[in-house]
Structures are given as structure tokens and as C-alpha cells.
């Protein structure tokens, strides 16, 4: 696709800001690999060669009748069973880096839980025995799909209801600003808290949940941006020839008003991934035994003894917000108009 000269411009000085470039390839890259969690963290092999034939566990479940076994259950590849039923027939595993998952249990800790770092378990183990890395891998893949569904969503439900208040003032716009006071005046945190408890919290529970609060961080950018551009000389000449409003707000008024949307949405993701955190860290989040950056802060709360656990998940939040809000102040310069 070929860019304006604007737009190169544009792209020029988010390039040219080193701290947000570098973040944002940093950025990719983390999130690249969280999304083949799968590949990297798993208590199930890649693949296993058994009789001349190719499997892969970690992309299909395999019963142990298949490599000989008695029961027509899943097989537990770590079971010495199984691997001598495999190695019988010249067979063999490869396995992931971590081979845990994000629900595995090391019943082979040689100390009690939460268990130190150690060349088995490289950022130890929580108090119910399970890999920190793997959890911490999971936990961040969870954390940024959901702070990216919510603010897509809530982006365009917001610069729909500031298109519609800025573009027609009048009652609309006072009515609109009305219920945005009333709304807002409710402390979300508590709210979110409160709805949570009446059902079993589940990903597409919480994003409906905060829903209903993030998408009014957007109304009044995008509200301001129609109200300037409404009355600009090119808006009239399309609404005098005959342009619906429609065409006007979402072809000709809409790009203007997006320079300042985009700009504000790497802080609206980091808002969004400090509120699931919190939540998590409450116990009013995702149900238990999910991967959660928000439990294992409340692990390390609760673990003292295991400073392992805070520091690591105050290292993947802190990294991760701050990777966030450079690429937000490298775009922020990027679309800067005075520049």
C-alpha cells in the first residue's frame, strides 16, 4: 500500500523516536512468542516418532492404546509407561523448551511449594507447584488479546457515540453529555467488582463487564475533533452538494478525528491490562487456575518467603506497560500536528 506524503512524514518521526521504535519491535516479538505458548511451554511433546510413525501431541490428544498401552485414556507422555512403551519400539520425544504448561503440577520437587528457581523450573514454582514461566507466558498472552479485543471494541463504540454528539450538537449532544457525567461519576473499580460476584467470571464475561465502562474514554476526543470539523469549508461544500451526513462524518470528518484515536490507544491497552491485573489480584477476575499476571502478584503477596514470585510478576507487568506507553509517546509524537 502506498503512502501519502503525510503519512511518510508521519511514519519518519515514529521511526525516528528510538525508544518507541525499538519497543514496538520488542513489543511484537514478546507477544509473537506468547501466541505459540503452545510450542514453548507444554507437558506434551512437539512430536514423538514410535514405529515408524510421526506423531504430534501437542496438536492432537493421542490414547495410550496407541503406542500399546491398556486404557483408551489419554496418554501422560512424563509416565515412565509410556516412554518405555515408546522406547521399546526404538521410539523418541521431542519435547518443548519448558516442558510444563500453565496447568502442570511438578510432583517431582524435591522441596516444598512454592519451589526456588532451578534448571528444572527457571523462575521456580507458585504454592500449588506449577511452572512461573510457563504460567507467565500464558499470562501475558491472555492479558494483551484481551486488552486488544476490549479496546477495539470500545474504540468503536466510542467514536460512534462522539461522531453522532459532535457532528449534530444540539440536544444530542447535550443529552449525550448528560449521560457521560452520570456514567462516569460511577467508580468503576467497585462497580466491576460487584458485577463480577453475581456470576462465575469467565474472558468474554470480564470484556463485556468492562465494556460498559471503557468505551467513553474515546467520546471526547473524537466529540471535539466533529465539533471543530463540522463547520470546516469542505464539510459545507459536501453537505451543499448533497452528500449524506453518513458520507460526511465517516469519509471526510472521521480520518481527521482518528489522528488523535490512535495516538491514545497504547494507553487505553495499558489501562485495560492494570484493571484485568487488578481484578485478578482481588480474586474477582478470570476463574481460578488460569494463567493470571493478577494471581501470581497475589501469590507473591501472599508468599513473602518466595520472593521470586513478586519479582517476576512485577518484571513482565512493568516491561510490558512500559514497552506500551513508549510506542504511545513515539505515535503521540508521530501524529503530533505542530510537528
Known amino acids: 500500500m502506498k503512502l501519502s506524503p503525510l503519512n511518510k512524514r508521519r511514519f519518519a518521526r515514529f521511526k525516528a523516536h528510538k525508544r518507541g521504535w525499538w519497543s514496538l519491535w520488542l513489543f511484537i516479538a514478546l507477544f509473537g512468542l506468547s501466541l505459540g505458548a503452545e510450542l514453548i511451554a507444554n507437558d506434551k511433546p512437539l512430536a514423538v516418532r514410535y514405529d515408524g510413525e510421526w506423531y504430534f501431541p501437542v496438536f492432537k490428544r493421542y490414547a495410550e492404546t496407541t503406542f500399546g498401552g491398556e486404557f483408551p485414556l489419554q496418554a501422560n507422555y512424563k509416565s515412565p509407561y509410556i516412554r518405555e512403551l515408546i522406547a521399546a519400539k526404538d521410539g523418541w520425544m521431542l519435547w518443548p523448551v519448558i516442558p510444563f504448561d500453565y496447568a502442570s503440577i511438578n510432583y517431582d520437587l524435591q522441596v516444598p511449594s512454592p519451589a526456588p528457581p532451578s534448571a528444572q523450573n527457571w523462575l521456580g514454582t507458585d504454592d500449588q507447584g506449577r511452572d512461573v514461566l510457563a504460567r ?49 461519576g460511577l467508580p468503576m473499580l467497585f462497580m466491576l467488582i460487584i458485577l463480577s460476584s453475581f456470576v462465575q467470571p469467565s474472558f468474554w464475561w470480564l470484556l463485556g463487564i468492562m465494556l460498559l465502562f471503557s468505551w467513553m474514554t474515546l467520546v471526547d476526543l473524537v466529540r471535539a475533533e466533529f465539533l471543530r470539523g463540522r463547520n470546516l469549508e469542505y464539510v459545507r461544500a459536501a453537505r451543499a452538494l448533497g452528500m449524506q451526513n453518513g458520507a460526511i462524518m465517516f469519509r471526510h470528518i472521521l480520518p481527521n478525528a482518528m489522528v488523535s484515536t490512535l495516538t491514545f490507544m497504547p494507553f487505553i491497552i495499558t489501562t485495560a491490562i492494570g484493571t484485568l491485573t487488578s481484578l485478578d489480584f482481588l480474586g474477582f477476575g478470570l476463574p481460578a487456575g488460569e494463567p493470571s499476571l493478577g494471581e501470581l502478584v497475589a501469590q507473591g503477596k501472599a508468599n513473602t518467603q518466595a520472593p521470586w514470585l513478586g519479582i517476576s510478576a512485577f518484571l513482565v507487568l512493568g516491561i510490558m506497560l512500559s514497552l506500551l506507553v513508549f510506542i504511545g509517546e513515539a505515535a503521540r509524537d508521530a501524529f503530533d500536528p505542530r510537528k
Open 136 to 184: 507467565i507466558i500464558y499470562g501475558f498472552r491472555i492479558s494483551i488479546l484481551f486488552a486488544l479485543v476490549l479496546t477495539v471494541l470500545s474504540s468503536i463504540f466510542g467514536v460512534f457515540v462522539g461522531a453522532l454528539q459532535g457532528f449534530y450538537g444540539g440536544w444530542i449532544d447535550l443529552a449525550g453529555q448528560r449521560v457521560l457525567e452520570i456514567w462516569s
